[in-house]
Nanobody
Framework: QVQLVESGGGLVQAGGSLRLSCAAS????????MGWFRQAPGKEREFVAA????????RYADSVKGRFTISRDNAKNTVYLQVNSLKPEDTAVYYC???????????????WGPGTQVTVSS
């Protein structure tokens, strides 16, 4: 089982940027499609972005397209989410997980890490 630890969140003003990281353990990371998800208070967890195992293909939710960029470094077992032009509605806890494919954006595992809080002030 891949274990995941997210980091890099914080409090930023609208228009600001952050770089989120997800460190994964386990031998299957480099062959796994990965995704970022977020959950705002009182809302369901939602898909944000996904990247295939090689890093060559990515997909984004419409709400973040053009502002967020997902990438990965398989040598470091880490997937990143660069979040730019942040808006108050981006406030949420951000999680990473393996996904069934980048096209479904569905989490493959029921295991979730602790997440990292992103708070955007207006």
């Amino acid at each position: 089982q891949v274990q995941l630890v997210e980091s890099g969140g914080g409090l930023v003003q609208a228009g600001g940027s952050l770089r989120l990281s997800c460190a994964a353990s386990g031998r299957t990371f480099s062959s796994s499609d990965m995704g970022w998800f977020r959950q705002a208070p009182g809302k369901e967890r939602e898909f944000v972005a996904a990247i295939n195992w090689s890093g060559g293909v990515t997909r984004y939710a419409d709400s973040v397209k053009g502002r967020f960029t997902i990438s990965r470094d398989n040598a470091k077992n880490t997937v990143y989410l660069q979040v730019n032009s942040l808006k108050p509605e981006d406030t949420a806890v951000y999680y990473c997980n393996t996904v069934t494919s980048i096209y479904t954006g569905l989490p493959l595992s029921d295991y979730w890490g602790p997440g990292t809080q992103v708070t955007v002030s207006s």
